[in-house]
């Protein structure tokens, strides 16, 4: 649970810095992932764990 915590930062951090979310491929970059398949698959199981709640994306 507290890796999901961790992984669920970058985003609010991000949202906090630019006042907006990023795209997947920034989020990949800015946490040093190169897939954005990875990504995507982290930030599906963030949302299912209630740890990310996604406005205006359908996963």
């Not at 907006?20 to 800015?30: D, F, H, N, Y």
């Amino acid at each position: 649970m507290p890796q999901r915590k961790a992984q669920a930062r970058g985003p609010r951090r991000w949202i906090e810095e630019r006042g907006e979310g990023p795209s997947v491929r920034q989020l990949a970059k800015a946490i040093g992932m190169r897939s954005t398949a990875s990504v995507t698959y982290h930030l599906a199981n963030l949302e299912r764990s209630g740890a990310l709640i996604r406005e205006g994306v359908s996963v």
